[in-house]
């Protein structure tokens, strides 16, 4: 694997001066920019696998996989095999095909709450309009949302919210009308006194709780016991939604999401990503007499020109055959478990200044001492020392997400040797980052 250096990526360096020419920031979404952590963004020119390699033929081992997408790795044998079939069939007909029924129904197979599924083209049109259908059928306009979560860039979850607007330090979006941003209530994540109180203040008027059941987007912040379960109670008592935003956690803590793994049935799911295998696919689904409403059997109107592309669905239906192999989740999660003990090893003994999150195959290393559980504390890490440690790991093959605010995510194609070459620059890097 040759080494990157830094200073060794002419080529990227110079693809990113036409791209800030023509694209806005040189990038077509915020968090790829390096805006947090310094320098400009290489620039991929392929990858395989857990590999990336730049326009300069740097080679690095791959934690953002599409910002969670490719749980299988890049270029899956099998997946692009899909996508290479289907392409010679056709890449878009605007009709229906058997391919959505497929999927459609592999995920109903894993997600039973989803009784009917409505495919959209990104995750943001998916809450959207999950939203949406959550305000038609309780007539109520106000939802929750919780400080640090990322829905997507649709209006009414830009409050607050983590992810790109975490990482750019923008609280509240210019351009959404104060009218529209009144209509979001933030409560602090694991914080569910807050949300009964809001319905307390609000009675009859929310609409949906709408909530990552794993927080992954101020960085991985796991629900503290009984979290789940009181927004589940607390949205049937006073006559809510409950939307389980599982964009990022679908498919990916386990096969049923983390809908599955702590038990809980929302009304409302969205799903993306994973789903899609990193092409355009993302989903929202639910109970039968919610989903119905939905045009063209109800008045709720969504509609998408590519919606359930029959290329995407190919690649969807390839990964979750993969995924529902025998073994899958517990080969992941074997490797997954290696990471974090090491760098909770490497924490340990070198008593740097952070601490490190991990469910299943998603991991954060947070630049601060105190346990995070919310936005608060994770506004509070040092995000200058997490940029040093970005930089740092770079250089030495790794990338991760450029931001403080971000999970890592380990994917099936990620090796033994790759976690220990990690842990290996890991440790050079936390040594560079504490000096
Ligand atoms: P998209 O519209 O970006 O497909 O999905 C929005 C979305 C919705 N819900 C959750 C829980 C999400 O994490 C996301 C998008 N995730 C970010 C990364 N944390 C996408 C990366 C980006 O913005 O470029």
């Avoid at 894993?110 to 009784?115: D, I, M, N, Q």
Wanted: hydrophobic share 45%; glycine share 8%.
């Amino acid at each position: 694997m040759t080494t990157p250096n830094p200073n060794t990526r002419p080529r990227s360096q110079q693809i990113f001066r036409r791209a800030l020419d023509v694209l806005v920031g040189g990038v077509n979404s915020p968090v790829r920019a390096f805006r947090a952590v310094g320098g400009e963004p290489i620039v991929v020119d392929r990858a395989a696998a857990a590999r990336l390699w730049d326009a300069d033929d740097n080679e690095y081992i791959d934690y953002v996989c599409s910002w969670g997408a490719l749980i299988l790795g890049h270029a899956h044998p099998k997946i692009v095999e899909a996508i290479n079939y289907q392409a010679r069939r056709g890449t878009s007909y605007g009709m229906p095909t058997e391919l959505e029924v497929e999927l459609a129904t592999r995920i109903r197979r894993a997600l039973p709450s989803c009784e009917k599924i409505r495919f959209v083209s990104s995750g943001t049109e998916a809450t959207m309009s999950a939203v949406r259908l959550a305000r038609a059928a309780t007539g109520r306009d106000l939802i929750v949302k919780f400080d640090g979560c990322y829905h997507g860039h649709s209006d009414s979850f830009l409050s607050e919210a983590g992810s790109g607007l975490a990482t750019l330090g923008i609280a509240a979006c210019p351009g959404v009308p104060q009218a529209l941003a009144a209509l979001t209530l933030n409560a602090p994540y694991n914080d569910a006194a807050a949300v009964e109180k809001l319905f307390n203040e609000n009675p009859n008027k929310i609409a949906a709780i709408i909530v990552e059941p794993i927080a992954a987007n101020m960085g991985l912040v796991p629900p503290s016991k009984g979290f789940l379960q009181t927004l589940r109670d607390l949205a049937t008592r006073h006559g809510a939604l409950l939307i389980f935003d599982e964009v990022i956690t679908g498919f990916r803590v386990c096969y049923g999401g983390a809908q599955s793994l702590y038990g809980i049935a929302p009304d409302l799911t969205t799903l993306g990503k994973i789903i899609g295998a990193g092409l355009p696919v993302a989903a929202y689904g639910g109970r039968r007499d919610l989903m119905d409403q939905v045009a063209p059997l109800g008045p709720v109107y969504q509609a998408g020109t590519l919606s359930g592309n029959p290329l995407a669905m190919s690649a969807g239906i390839a990964s979750l055959d993969l995924l529902a192999a025998p073994g899958f989740y517990d080969s992941l999660e074997a490797l997954s478990k290696k990471l974090g003990d090491g760098i909770s090893a490497a924490l340990r003994e070198t008593n740097a200044p952070a601490t490190a999150a991990r469910v299943g195959s998603l991991l954060t290393l947070f630049f601060s001492r105190d346990p995070i559980t919310n936005y608060a504390d994770a506004k509070k890490a040092d995000t200058k020392r997490f940029a040093a440690f970005f930089q740092s790991m770079l250089a030495r093959g790794i990338f991760i997400a450029p931001s403080q605010f971000e999970a890592m995510f380990v994917s099936a194609a990620h090796t033994a040797a790759d976690i220990d070459c990690t842990i290996a620059a890991l440790r050079e890097s936390l040594a560079d980052v504490s000096a």
